[in-house]
């Protein structure tokens, strides 16, 4: 069963159900109401008449009358009775205690539904009875209300008096009730049904909606959106979230499309960084195995064919450090030196490379500074990070300096080279990533793993490094190291 006909089914039952049950209970409590009035009406009569009849002296219809027995005042006065309440359709009948019928006298005996056994018991005991029978005092069936009381006429005569009338008046607020419930329940389906199909509509409305959403980021567009109401109901919190989704996946393709593209510059990076000394180390050999190198040169020849022999496991063994960070393939033995000391070395070993760009490298704090890391970890970040500033700034200066708090030990690295703009300064710690794809041809050479190498270092000494640039005004690297808790 479809979606909008289960709701439509529900909605619906839900309604015939709740107006059958309030139906019900009303039909109910009118109908007590109305037996319960009729008791009362016919319970008066019965309390008036069985008072005269119990103390004939308080009559004063029939005082002029000396009755020889006193059932010569029984008869007289329900007749007189009856004739004074014929409008209300009351009648009246007096058992003995012998179960003899003194009035009327065109009854010969009552009905058991009507007085019984118990029922006799029951009232001798002084407790009146009220009941409602399909039948009158004839037999005759027509609904019909009875009060049955106990009336004492002297000493030795006592006996039941019993009231009835007819409950026709019940019948017919009965019918009237079921009649106008009838209607009342077949107007309510109607539009109990019409406001089940309108909720229910709304409902699959909403999840068709969701329904075509899906479909198109299945055939991959992501950017649908699902309108989003002012209501706060689960719908419009799963369309909010189905938003927030596809922003996401938005994100993660754009993501995607952009790690592809740093592979594919990767790619032909290491493809050009491997081939260059390659054709090289292989143009050497060939000069070697005919004999076309002259002596002299053969020194020169087999120091450059090192030199690119050392660019190519640079290469190789770059890649392998990062895949080997990112799958905490690798352990730290931290341990307190002087980093400026160490710092002064590295300074020492870069300096014919600055110099091949006519830059100066300049330590500005010499003094003793401790901190707490992996040495040669250490020593990996600070090479790269004030190579990749001598590689990108010609005719300048690289300033370092370190400095510590009661917490951390802070190096800065600065220069005055071509700098960065935003968006580089957010991308030159993602693999593959070159800030300037043109110096790939630079004496200095460069992979593009340094930095995204230098980052998860730092992570791992539990610091931080952050970046400050402005394109043509130079670049600061500025790396935390945490002192030993």
Do not use: C
């Not at 012998?98 to 065109?106: F, H, K, N, R, S």
């Not at 290469?315 to 931290?334: A, C, F, G, M, P």
């Amino acid at each position: 069963m479809r979606y909008l006909y289960q709701q439509l089914l529900a909605f619906w039952l839900i309604i015939i159900l709740t107006i059958i049950l309030i139906g019900v209970s009303f039909t109910n409590i009118n109908k007590r109401t109305l037996i319960n009035q009729n008791y009362n009406q016919i319970w008066g009569y019965l309390r008036s008449v069985g008072n005269i009849l119990s103390k004939p002296e308080t009559n004063d219809f029939d005082n002029s009358y000396n009755y020889s027995h006193p059932e010569e005042h029984l008869i007289n006065s329900l007749h007189y009775a009856e004739t004074i309440l014929a409008d209300q359709s009351i009648n009246f009948v007096f058992v003995d205690s012998q179960g003899t019928v003194i009035y009327p006298d065109y009854i010969s005996t009552v009905s058991k539904s009507i007085l019984d056994s118990s029922d006799r018991q029951q009232i001798k005991e002084g407790f009146p009875i009220n009941k409602t029978i399909k039948r009158d005092l004839d037999g005759k069936p027509k609904q019909t209300s009875y009060v049955l009381a106990k009336v004492d006429l002297s000493e030795n005569v006592e006996g039941v008096l019993i009231a009835s009338k007819s409950a026709k008046d019940l019948e017919y607020s009965e019918k009237l009730i079921s009649d106008n419930l009838l209607k009342g329940f077949i107007i309510s389906s109607l539009f109990g049904g019409a406001i089940s199909f309108a909720l229910a509509a709304g409902q699959v409305k909403k999840i068709n909606d969701l329904k075509r959403a899906v479909n198109q980021i299945a055939n991959g567009n992501y950017e649908i959106e699902i309108e989003e109401k002012n209501n706060k109901d689960e719908f419009n919190e799963l369309a909010h979230d189905f938003n927030k989704m596809t922003v996401a996946l938005q994100v993660n393709e754009k993501e995607i499309i952009r790690q592809e593209e740093l592979r594919k510059q990767f790619m032909a990076n290491t493809s050009h960084e491997m081939r260059t000394p390659l054709t090289t180390i292989k143009g050497l050999l060939e000069g070697f195995e005919y004999g076309a190198i002259p002596e002299s040169q053969k020194g020169k020849a087999v120091s450059l064919m090192q030199n690119e022999t050392d660019r190519l496991i640079r290469l190789v063994k770059q890649n392998l450090d990062y895949e080997n960070i990112r799958s905490h393939q690798i352990t730290l033995s931290e341990t307190h030196f002087d980093a400026a000391e160490a710092i002064k070395n590295i300074v020492a070993q870069l300096s014919k490379k600055a110099a091949s760009m006519n830059d100066q490298v300049i330590l500005l704090n010499k003094g003793p500074v401790e901190v707490f890391a992996d040495r040669d970890r250490f020593i990996q970040i600070m090479v790269n990070i004030i190579q990749n500033a001598i590689q990108f700034t010609e005719d300048g200066e690289i300033k370092v300096d370190i400095k510590e708090t009661d917490s951390d030990v802070i190096i800065s690295v600065e220069d005055d080279g071509i700098g960065m703009t935003e968006e580089e300064q957010k991308n030159i710690w993602d693999r593959y990533y070159k800030a300037d794809p043109s110096r790939k041809n630079t004496k200095i050479g460069e992979s593009g793993l340094g930095l995204s190498i230098v980052k998860e270092l730092v992570r791992l000494h539990n610091g931080s490094i952050e970046v400050v640039s402005q394109k043509n005004e130079g670049t600061t690297f500025v790396v935390r190291f945490p002192k030993e808790v």
